[in-house]
């Protein structure tokens, strides 16, 4: 069972703050087909964001049954059960940095790995992606979030040559911005070119 309790939402806009959510009550039964409908700008997006995780509520706490989850990521309430359809590219991004960025920061990684800010920003991430597509924004995240060790998986998977000359540039630029280190698992000689040191796994 899903519990909203005094739920508030404030945004700050043109020096004011707007409230978004205001002490929203709600209970989901568990085994019930539940739908939150009303007029646009009223607020349904905010709050499925909310309780996915995404957006921190400034006012009020979400029960899990009966654990409170509010302090919880979108990943640790993925653990939990809980998934979220309706993420956009921008949601994905913002994410990754741990902070609120705006659209031209956001837009700013997506011009960094190849997308056209403008056609991806607002995108919905679902299976209208291709592979190439959703690996370049995995690696808009990875720039946004700056971490100590970042970790890649045959990068280059799915991307066509013209985009893989791209990426080269993109992990060199990474190198160049980030303090941490950089791991990334491949067989491209371009990629392995770029490397301060090469291991080899064998046997």
């Known amino acids: 069972m ?7 939402f404030q945004v700050d806009a043109e020096g004011a703050q707007h409230e978004i959510l205001d002490h929203v009550n709600l209970t989901l039964p568990d085994g019930k087909f539940v739908v939150i409908t009303g007029p ?17 509520p400034t006012q009020g706490r979400i ?3 009966g654990e409170d989850i509010t302090g919880l990521s979108i990943t640790e309430r993925a653990r939990k059960g809980i998934s979220f359809k309706g ?29 056209c800010a403008k056609d991806y920003i607002d ?19 990875i720039m946004a979030r700056s971490t ?19 990426l080269i540039q993109v992990f060199e630029h990474l190198h160049e911005k980030i303090n941490g280190s950089i791991l990334i ?3 491209q000689e371009r990629i392995l070119n770029i490397a301060d040191r090469i291991i080899v796994l064998a046997d």
Not at 41 to 56: D, E
Not at 123 to 141: F, N, Q, T, Y
């Open 63 to 65: 029960l899990l049954d």
């Open 2 to 8: 899903l519990e909203l309790k005094n739920i508030s």
């Open 148 to 166: 100590k060790l970042s970790v890649f998986d045959e990068p280059e998977a799915g991307i066509d040559l013209w985009s893989f000359s791209n």
């Open 40 to 56: 646009n700008g009223g607020g349904k997006s905010t709050l499925a964001k909310v309780i996915a995780g995404i957006l921190t």
């Open 185 to 187: 698992i491949s067989h």
């Open 123 to 141: 995108r919905e991430v679902d299976a209208s992606l291709s592979g190439g597509e959703l690996k370049r924004i995995e690696i808009a995240m």
């Open 87 to 115: 993420l956009t590219v921008k949601d994905l991004i913002t994410l990754a940095s741990g902070k609120s960025i705006g659209v031209p920061e956001a837009c700013n990684y997506l011009s960094e790995v190849g997308l």
